[in-house]
Nanobody, 115 residues
Framework: VQLQASGGGLVQPGGSLRLSCAAS????????MGWYRQGPGKQRDLVAA???????NYADSVKGRFTISRDNAKNTVYLQMNSLNPEDTAVYYC??????????WGKGTQVTVSS
């Protein structure tokens, strides 16, 4: 499984960004897809995840601001990020887990929230 993420960038506080991650390869085996992030000097933490049935899970810090969605026909997961604040600044990593519980990671995309 290969994951290609896009959509990061620089945004002002209060602004919005949309991240996309397209999966290719043995995609038939993917169950969960999601996003993690790693800020400067911090560990990599879960932001949001969605399974093949559409159930979602969010970090408390992003609930009500971020929305994860999935287009199974396009093998793509999206993260709509609204009301961004400087604490959201991080490298965001696309993640997928297959039915054998093997984890796959995309290259990170930088999100910077600054005025």
């Amino acid at each position: 499984v290969q994951l290609q993420a896009s959509g990061g960038g620089l945004v002002q506080p209060g602004g919005s960004l949309r991240l996309s991650c397209a999966a290719s390869g043995s995609i038939f085996s993917i169950n969960t897809m999601g996003w993690y992030r790693q800020g400067p000097g911090k560990q990599r933490d879960l932001v949001a995840a969605i399974n093949s049935g559409g159930s979602t899970n969010y970090a408390d810090s992003v609930k009500g601001r971020f929305t994860i969605s999935r287009d199974n026909a396009k093998n793509t997961v999206y993260l709509q990020m609204n009301s961004l604040n400087p604490e959201d600044t991080a490298v965001y990593y696309c993640h997928a887990r297959d039915l054998r519980y093997i984890n796959y990671w995309g290259k990170g995309t930088q999100v910077t929230v600054s005025s």
